[in-house]
Every structure is written in structure tokens, then in C-alpha cells.
């Protein structure tokens, strides 16, 4: 097969992979490292929970389906008529999982021995989808106590209330797995009609890192991989105003401590953000909010959080972008407080030139050690690759970020009016 293939690299590192495009649509992006003694391979696709209403190009109308079916999806296809793929990935020794995000559905496996054959295993599941009514109902079941689960979980809770209160409709605001109601709506006929829109080759990703064979790994995709047409598919999200729901929400729960997350809403109407404006804003949140700097050590001092649960990300996607702010706190108004305060000052002020470029060096170099992980590299490609985006293209911006770069964000997104606290408080 005529196969085009292309070594991506960065400028500052010695590392590279093979981004190849396959003939049967699939984009292969290959990170082979000798002297690895594990390698993971990563099958994706770009559909996730909030993907629950599109138009295929084929036809005429948007389709609604039933919240939670991409998650449903992923726990079917691991079954088959001869038995499970956890069943057959035994035989060769290899970890498998899979998971799914609010935009992606992902396969992966990691293995030290026989990783051909496990990769083979990964091909053929993914690529046999195998429902009937029986099966479906029987994971109705399964994913109904998952979902429950999940309900009592402080942490998803704080998440799931944050993004309820930010967010006025788009479908970011659901649970992933859906509810125990619209899981009962999903049918065979549904979760082929959802595999043969979303599984298409040209929407998905393999990404390979370890110790392999480029060319072994060439070889089982060209007999393995079922070429299929290009199927583009539109998303269709109901409109979202820039405003938040509600500035604050709270839920009391059997937790120790109170937990909060504090975080802005982006204006709304970008769906793709490039590797420079991700990089851009990852640098900014690091300045202002990292181990390092002067609001973290104030919050420190004043016992307004500890260091082993605070956080900070910026969390963003088709339709949706907030930048969040979580951990324990017995005050997390006072804690929210002084998030605005250290961006207004920033505003004020200027970015700290010695602190920007103090966190540019943390943050590429925490990108350079991951390149030692074979796991993080294999999800780092996947996750790039379906969103746009290139892993090296993306350190590089890290390099060559400047504080120009992020002050529009500072007067565009930190702003109170767009603000959302979340917390969850101990039951007495």
C-alpha cells in the first residue's frame, strides 16, 4: 500500500515520531524508543460524551441520541461472539482499558512481551462491533451502578456542580456516562448507528510508543485495518451565552473537609484553540498559581489550602473553555477571593517577566521528562492528534511563548462577572 509518512520533530529535543497516513484513512503516529522495556499503544477515536446530537454528511437532519451512549459504546465493544478482548489479551500477557472523555474514546494496552500479537487483538475488537438486545440490556445494569457510583463521589460531584452552574446548555455540563434514564433508551440499533458515524477510520488515531518495529507496526495495519469512505460529521451544540448560570454553588456531602472549585468561563464561539493559545494560557495559570509563586505561598501561609490538593488547569474543548481552580479549604470564599485579586493585580501590573519565564522552563521541562514515560507520549499523541494539534509543535510554542501572548486572557477571561465557585461542605 502507498503510505505517506512524515518524522515530526522539535528543535530543542532530540526525540521524534512518524505521523503516518494511512490508505484506509487512519492517521498512525509512531514514537519507537529501543531499550524501552514496555510499549503502549493507544487506539482513539474524536467522539466523546458531549457528541450527542449531529448530521452526518449523508444526510439531511441533525440526530439527537440518549445521553451516555459513547460511554456505553466503549464498555460494548470489548465483547464479541467468542468471548471478551480482556479474555484474549490474557493469552499475551498485556494491561488493557479503555475510557471515555467528554471527546474522545480511547483503547490502549500496555505490554512487555508479544506486543504484536496484543496489537493485533486491539485492531480486530475495535474493529468488530458485536451488540444484541440481550448484551445491551445486561450493561444497562452494570453502567446504571456506575452511574450511581459516581453520584456519591464528592470529587465528581464538585466537578459536575462547577459545570452546571458555568454552563447554560452546552452538553458539557452532562455526566459522561449519562443518567440511569437515558442509558435505558440505548438499543443495538443506536450503538451501530453511533459506531458506523464515529468509528470511521478517517476520524481516529493509533498511536504506538516503546520499544516496536515501524515497519512490523505498517505491516499488521495494512492487513488489518478495513478502509472505509471518509464520513465528516457536523456537531451540532444548542447556543451558550457568554454569562454563567450562577456565581456559586454548594452541596454538603460525608467529606472531612470542605472542598471547593473556583474557576472563569471563556467567551464563547471558539471550537478549535491552537498549540500557541493552549500553551499561552498553561504558562500564565503556572505564573500566577505554581508552587513557586507569591499567591500560592500566601495561601500556604495563611492555612487557606494545603499543597496536596491544590490544583489548577485549563480545561477546554469543542464549544467550551474554563480555566479551574481546586483542593480543600475550610474558607474557599477567601481562596476565590484571592484568585481575583492576583489577576487583577496582574492586569495592573504586568506579567512578572522573571516568574513568566521562570514557569516557561518548568513547564517545557516537565514536557521533555514526559517524553521518558512511553504511556504519557502514546496519550499525548493521541490526544493532540484528535484535537488539530502537534506534540512538538506544542513544546515549541512553550519556548517561544511571551507575555503579549496571554494578556488578552487576563482582561478576557478573569473576570468576576464570569466566575463560578463550587464547593462541597462536610454534612454537620
Given at each position: ?28 503516529c ?13 487506539f482513539g477515536t ?6 450527542n446530537?449531529?448530521?452526518?454528511q ?7 441520541v440518549p ?13 464479541s ?6 479474555s484474549?489479551y490474557?493469552q499475551?500477557?498485556?494491561?488493557a482499558?479503555?475510557f471515555?472523555?467528554?471527546e474522545?474514546?480511547?483503547y ?14 486491539l485492531?480486530?475488537f475495535v ?9 445491551v440490556?445486561k ?5 446504571g451502578?456506575e ?5 456519591d463521589?464528592p ?6 456542580n462547577?459545570?452546571?452552574s458555568m454552563y447554560?446548555?452546552?452538553?458539557i455540563?452532562?455526566d ?30 493509533l ?12 505491516e ?6 478495513k478502509p472505509?469512505?471518509l ?7 444548542p447556543?451558550?451565552?457568554d454569562?454563567?448560570v450562577c456565581?456559586k ?5 460525608p ?18 484553540r491552537?498549540?500557541r493559545?493552549v ?5 500564565l495559570?503556572?505564573t500566577?498559581a ?7 505561598r500566601?495561601?500556604l ?5 494545603n499543597?496536596?490538593?491544590f ?7 469543542n ?8 483542593g ?10 484571592a ?8 492586569q ?9 519565564e521562570?514557569s ?6 516537565d514536557?521533555v ?5 512511553m504511556g504519557?507520549?502514546?496519550n ?9 494539534r502537534?506534540l512538538?509543535?506544542?513544546?515549541d510554542?512553550?519556548a ?6 496571554v494578556?488578552?486572557?487576563l ?7 464570569q466566575s ?9
Open positions: 500500500m502507498n503510505t505517506e509518512m512524515e518524522l515530526r520533530s522539535g528543535r530543542w529535543v532530540d526525540d521524534s515520531y512518524y505521523k503516518i497516513h494511512h490508505p484506509s484513512g487512519l492517521t498512525l509512531l514514537f519507537p524508543q529501543e531499550g524501552f522495556h514496555t510499549t503502549y499503544a493507544i474524536k467522539y466523546g460524551s458531549i457528541d446530537c449531529f448530521q452526518r449523508d444526510e439531511d437532519h441533525p440526530e439527537q445521553e451516555g451512549i459513547a460511554h456505553y459504546l466503549e464498555h460494548k465493544l470489548f465483547e461472539e467468542e468471548g471478551d478482548a480482556f484474549r490474557a499475551t500477557g498485556a494491561s482499558n479503555a471515555t472523555s467528554f474522545t474514546t480511547c490502549l494496552f500496555s505490554c512487555t512481551d508479544h506486543f504484536y500479537e496484543s496489537l493485533e487483538i485492531l480486530d474493529q468488530s462491533p458485536y451488540f444484541t438486545d440481550e448484551t440490556r450493561e444497562q445494569g452494570i453502567i451502578q452511574i450511581k457510583m459516581y453520584d463521589d470529587q465528581w460531584r464538585l466537578m459536575f462547577y459545570l452546571r447554560h446548555a452546552h452538553p455540563r452532562s459522561i456516562a449519562g443518567t440511569v434514564d437515558s442509558i435505558a433508551k440505548i438499543t443495538p440499533e443506536l450503538l451501530y448507528r453511533c459506531y458506523n458515524t464515529f468509528y470511521n477510520l478517517g476520524n481516529m488515531v498511536a504506538v510508543a516503546g520499544n516496536f518495529q515501524v515497519d512490523k507496526v505498517r499488521i495495519c495494512d492487513r488489518m485495518l472505509s469512505p464520513l465528516p460529521v457536523r456537531r451540532v451544540f447556543e451558550e451565552p454569562s454563567v456565581s454553588v454548594e452541596e454538603h456531602l467529606v472531612a473537609f470542605p472542598l471547593f472549585q473556583f474557576g472563569f468561563k471563556e467567551p464563547v464561539g471558539q471550537t478549535v491552537s498549540e493559545e500553551a499561552a494560557m498553561e504558562v495559570l503556572e500566577m505554581s508552587e513557586a509563586s507569591p499567591l500560592y500566601r495561601l501561609d495563611e492555612e487557606l489550602i499543597e496536596s490538593s490544583s489548577y488547569e485549563y480545561f477546554e474543548g464549544g467550551y473553555a474554563t480555566i479551574m481552580f481546586s480543600e479549604s475550610q474558607n474557599p470564599q477567601a481562596v476565590a477571593q484568585l481575583l485579586q492576583e489577576a487583577d493585580r496582574f495592573k501590573e504586568g506579567i512578572p517577566q522573571e516568574a513568566f521562570r516557561k522552563r518548568a513547564l517545557y521541562g514536557m521528562s514526559s517524553l521518558n514515560n504519557s507520549v502514546a499525548g499523541l493521541v490526544n493532540m492528534t484528535l484535537r488539530g502537534d512538538f509543535t506544542y513544546m510554542c512553550l517561544d511563548v511571551k507575555p503579549e501572548d494578556a488578552d486572557k482582561t478576557r477571561v478573569f473576570r468576576e462577572e463560578v465557585l463550587s464547593t462541597i461542605l462536610p454534612l454537620q
